[in-house]
């Protein structure tokens, strides 16, 4: 039992270094005395781990030191194939070729058998919507850097390019990373707006600490001079999430406003609950009224809008456009004639 909680030890310092001795003793199910003793043993057997105090301390293997290569049970290996490939699909992984690289290799490591079964499962898996465009996938450093930096709580200056493939550079409270619909997005305080944004994070063309107070040239402050003890924190600019800040949340809201060639506004007859259920917050906004749920959204085509209502499968009103309505009742019209179609004797299928 020892060896194996040492064992699993290990694999903790792998996988999330700078775990605390409560956050591994509970995760062992052990003591923190018992953790410390862990640790002596994993240095007594060659791998070196070093304790650290303060906010951002606690285990972790010395940098530099390489473990000898992974070994996956059959449900291992399938977990992280799979999790490449949805990831490929998703447009949750990064890079352009990351995913294939990292499958390549984990491939080449595989014993025969079940390297077979895992190819098996690539050539044979089917998907039931299209990829997510390559374009979509953000690099890895500027993800990285922007989740250390929310996670942290450090402003970053970013070099964002636009839809309209504009260049700009801007300071930004990173307040969380959000992937949604197959896209990254980083939400926080910008400060050349004074409001909270959201940035696509495949535009992020570079992101990098921010320049310390008293320091707008980036020069190095204080701190970082000649003859002056340089922390962790020193020359950065911090700040404090909001009490209550969703970035998913805002993310979704944010994306539902974005601007299109129609404002819609329907009333549905049906339970708040129900509609919420139904219609997503990134597609409309839902508020209750005493005549039912009143829907606010913009639309780039007055038809697909139609198509989505119909298919609620419950009364509504429409209140504005006007184009709404003549959309429904085309719609109705298709319909009503596909009903009223009789097949031809020669299109029934022989019994």
Same mark, same amino acid.
Do not use: N
């Given at each position: 039992?020892?060896?194996?909680? +040492?064992? &699993?030890?290990?694999?903790?310092?792998?996988?999330?270094?700078?775990?605390?001795?409560?956050?591994?003793?509970?995760?062992?199910?052990?003591?923190?005395?018992?953790?410390?003793?862990?640790?002596?043993?994993?240095?007594?057997?060659?791998?070196?781990?070093?304790?650290? /105090?303060? /906010?951002?301390?606690?285990?972790?293997?010395?940098?530099?030191?390489?473990?000898?290569?992974?070994?996956?049970?059959?449900?291992?290996?399938?977990?992280?194939?799979?999790?490449?490939?949805?990831?490929?699909?998703?447009?949750?992984?990064?890079?352009?070729? &990351?995913?294939?690289?990292?499958?390549?290799?984990?491939?080449? +490591?595989? !014993?025969?058998?079940?390297? @077979?079964?895992?190819?098996?499962?690539?050539?044979?898996?089917?998907?039931?919507?299209?990829?997510?465009?390559?374009?979509?996938?953000?690099?890895?450093?500027?993800?990285?850097?922007?989740? @250390?930096?929310?996670?942290?709580?450090?402003?970053?200056?970013?070099?964002?390019?636009?839809?309209?493939?504009?260049?700009?550079?801007?300071?930004?409270?990173?307040?969380?990373? +959000?992937?949604?619909?197959? %896209?990254?997005?980083?939400?926080?305080?910008?400060?050349?707006?004074?409001?909270?944004?959201?940035?696509? +994070?495949?535009?992020?063309?570079?992101?990098?600490?921010?320049?310390? !107070?008293?320091?707008?040239?980036? %020069?190095?402050?204080?701190?970082?001079?000649?003859?002056?003890?340089?922390?962790?924190?020193?020359?950065?600019?911090?700040?404090?999430?909001?009490?209550?800040?969703?970035?998913? &949340?805002?993310?979704?809201?944010?994306?539902?406003?974005?601007?299109?060639?129609?404002?819609?506004?329907?009333?549905?007859?049906?339970?708040?609950?129900?509609?919420?259920?139904?219609?997503?917050?990134?597609?409309?906004?839902?508020? !209750?009224?005493?005549?039912?749920?009143?829907? %606010?959204? %913009?639309? @780039?085509?007055?038809?697909?809008? &139609?198509?989505?209502?119909?298919?609620?499968?419950?009364?509504?009103?429409?209140?504005?456009?006007?184009?709404?309505?003549?959309?429904?009742?085309?719609?109705?019209?298709?319909?009503?004639?596909?009903?009223?179609?009789?097949?031809?004797?020669?299109?029934?299928? !022989?019994?």
């Amino acid at each position: 039992m020892t060896v194996t909680r +040492v064992l &699993a030890l290990l694999e903790l310092l792998q996988a999330a270094p700078g775990l605390t001795g409560p956050e591994l003793a509970a995760r062992l199910e052990v003591d923190e005395r018992t953790v410390r003793r862990y640790a002596v043993r994993l240095s007594e057997l060659g791998v070196p781990v070093e304790a650290a /105090r303060g /906010r951002y301390g606690g285990y972790r293997l010395l940098p530099g030191y390489r473990l000898p290569p992974l070994m996956f049970t059959d449900d291992e290996a399938a977990a992280v194939v799979l999790g490449l490939l949805a990831g490929r699909r998703t447009g949750l992984s990064v890079g352009e070729t &990351a995913t294939e690289s990292a499958l390549a290799k984990i491939q080449r +490591v595989l !014993p025969r058998a079940l390297r @077979e079964r895992v190819e098996a499962v690539q050539a044979t898996l089917g998907h039931t919507r299209d990829p997510a465009p390559a374009e979509a996938r953000p690099k890895a450093g500027p993800l990285l850097t922007l989740a @250390e930096a929310a996670r942290r709580g450090h402003t970053v200056r970013l070099a964002y390019r636009s839809w309209r493939q504009e260049s700009s550079e801007r300071d930004l409270d990173p307040y969380g990373l +959000v992937f949604h619909s197959g %896209r990254w997005y980083v939400t926080g305080l910008d400060h050349a707006s004074g409001q909270v944004r959201t940035f696509r +994070v495949d535009r992020v063309e570079r992101v990098e600490p921010a320049a310390g !107070p008293g320091e707008p040239d980036g %020069r190095p402050g204080p701190a970082e001079r000649p003859g002056r003890a340089r922390g962790p924190e020193a020359g950065r600019r911090s700040f404090e999430v909001p009490d209550g800040f969703d970035p998913v &949340a805002h993310v979704v809201a944010s994306l539902a406003a974005v601007p299109y060639r129609h404002e819609v506004e329907v009333l549905l007859e049906m339970p708040p609950a129900e509609a919420r259920e139904r219609v997503p917050a990134s597609v409309a906004t839902l508020t !209750p009224t005493p005549r039912g749920v009143l829907l %606010r959204a %913009r639309a @780039e085509r007055l038809d697909g809008m &139609a198509l989505m209502l119909a298919g609620l499968g419950r009364p509504f009103t429409v209140v504005t456009p006007d184009g709404l309505r003549e959309e429904v009742r085309a719609l109705a019209g298709r319909l009503a004639r596909c009903a009223d179609a009789v097949p031809a004797p020669g299109d029934r299928p !022989p019994v």
